[in-house]
């Protein structure tokens, strides 16, 4: 996760391809952990919003 967000944070990628370098994210901890969705969403979720929300002037 840690690569996943100095990705959002350094590529210059549009919001779209950012979207979905995050949902790749969750995707491949699904595959991982099945049942982890919740958990991944508490706490990388709002991660990867903020670093959206500041990176692309979102509110």
């Known amino acids: ?3 996943t967000a100095a ?3 350094q590529a210059d990628l549009s919001l779209e391809q ?3 370098v995050v949902a790749d ?3 491949k901890v699904l ?3 099945p049942d982890k ?3 991944f969403d ?3 979720g709002s991660r990867f ?3 959206l929300a500041e990176k692309y002037r979102l509110q």
């Open 7 to 9: 990705l959002l944070w």
């Open 37 to 39: 969705g919740e958990t």
């Open 42 to 44: 508490l706490i990388y």
């Open 49 to 51: 919003r903020r670093i």
């Open 25 to 27: 994210a969750k995707e």
């Open 18 to 20: 950012a979207q979905k």
């Open 31 to 33: 595959e991982l952990f």
């Open 1 to 3: 996760m840690d690569m």
